[in-house]
């Protein structure tokens, strides 16, 4: 008997568990409330359902994997998520979610499509980050409702370990050696954008550096320099 099938799930498993660009990753407020005032949350992270229907079709080829969707115990949803082994043989994993307070069906879908993609171990790496909280911000990304007011806020920077390996923290040699190797507009803009974190984290200097090496490095690529 041929051991092709195992070997495919093997590879199959290995690319499905692989980190999420930190772009992919969405996050929700789990606890929050007021101290001295200030307002705290503390956030959880997951999957875009795009995301992971892009890992999919990646991993698994468009014709590799379906899903199929069928009703829960209490109004909620099951979702199957099957994938096609090396001989064409389908295995399918489930899970389920509750509808949601808000577009109640398509929410509970879209939470039983993840929590059917955590079981093949898509994102679950997620699971084993540590309490996490936001940082408060006039200009944050997202925004939480605490004690009857809305605040803004930014979600915590995710841990190397929880990275793809072009995403992990660069110092600033590294981003300044990535930037002068940038051989396409699109290809700087992609280096600032999955760095931003580690922008962030640099001295004043470092950082006017930094943009006076783009401004030049973009003039290079339009052909002014």
């Known amino acids: 008997m041929s051991d092709k099938p195992d070997e495919t799930i093997k590879r199959i498993m290995e690319r499905l568990r692989e980190p999420f660009s930190a772009n992919d990753i969405e996050w929700r407020v789990q606890r929050s409330g007021l101290k001295d005032g200030k307002p705290w949350a503390m956030v959880l992270a997951y999957v875009q359902a795009r995301a992971i229907q892009s890992r999919l079709d990646e991993t698994c080829g468009l014709f590799g994997w379906k899903n199929v ?8 949803v099951l979702c199957g998520i099957s994938i096609a082994d090396g001989e064409g043989n389908w295995i399918t994993k489930y899970d389920g979610a509750e509808n949601t307070n808000i577009e109640a069906v398509k929410g509970g879908i879209s939470g039983a499509f993840k929590r059917a993609g955590a079981v093949w171990g898509i ?12 940082t408060f911000a ?11 007011k809305y605040f803004k806020w930014n979600p915590p920077t995710l841990p190397a370990w929880a990275l793809p390996e072009d995403e992990k ?34 001295s004043q200097q470092e950082k006017d550096d930094l943009a006076t090496l783009v401004a030049m490095k973009t003039d290079e690529l339009r052909g002014e320099g």
């Open 169 to 202: 923290p660069v110092t600033f040699e590294e981003l300044k050696q990535k930037i002068d190797e940038a051989n396409a507009i699109p290809h700087l803009n992609n280096i600032r954008n999955k760095h931003r974190a580690s922008v962030e984290k640099m």
């Open 69 to 76: 969707y069928e009703k829960g115990p209490d109004g909620g």
């Open 123 to 134: 994102g679950r790496y997620l699971y084993h980050l540590e309490a996490t909280f936001a």
């Open 138 to 148: 006039t200009n944050g990304r997202y925004s939480a409702k605490v004690e009857n």
